[in-house]
């Protein structure tokens, strides 16, 4: 398979609740830029529509410098501890334009390995409407995404696992985290032996990036 499909594939298993987001257009990933105005705060969220929804009880804040330099939003020694020492890949969009969910995406390609695992933040979503846990459910729910299902909280932050498709089974697992009613931000871990290999992979890495906006 050439590597430009293969990379089209990757890009849409790590879709967010926007197709705007599946980059397979053959455009250069930019920079992503920052939400005018000020930091990608929750402060006072209101309460999810669907009660299906859990609650987020203390929201994070998602500083604009997370949103402008996403590969911060894990700590350098959270990523060696799950293998991961090359400097990380940007994304989210083209550079300047708004509306965008910065992302930021790491492999073991020098290692010789297929693994690879990938942050992306939800602030485009919140832009639209379609913000935190609630964006996937409503997604389901109109056929927009075939699998949302309930994950376990990590660190106390509720999650969903999500996707085109399960793909658990086949090592690739993607799940976003609720660190705010109207924000959500997806880990995917892919290539891994399994859905326990590749779903703890995912788990440690959405307590890496919760750890990060805890002590911003």
Sequence with gaps: MPNVLKSCIAATT????????VACS??????????TGSDASSGASSAPANPNVPKVSAPLTVRDSFLTEP????AAADLAALGYTDPGRPGGGASGSEGTNPSC?????KQGKGNGVQVLIGSGNRERG???LAGFYQA???????????????????????GLSDERAEGNCTMAVG?????????????????????ETAQKLASAVIKTLKGA
Excluded: H
């Design 71 to 74: 590969c911060t939003v894990v």
């Design 130 to 132: 379609t913000g935190g």
């Design 26 to 35: 053959g455009e250069n990933p930019g920079k992503p830029s920052p939400t």
């Design 179 to 199: 660190v705010a009613d109207d924000l959500a931000i997806g880990t995917l871990a892919k290539s891994y032996q399994g859905e326990q290999d590749s779903c």
């Design 14 to 21: 790590l879709v967010f609740v926007s197709a705007a987001l």
């Design 140 to 162: 389901k729910e109109t056929g927009r995404m075939r699998f949302v299902a309930p994950g376990p909280e990590v660190d106390g932050y509720p999650t969903v696992f999500y």
């Design 105 to 109: 995406g790491w492999s073991m390609s």
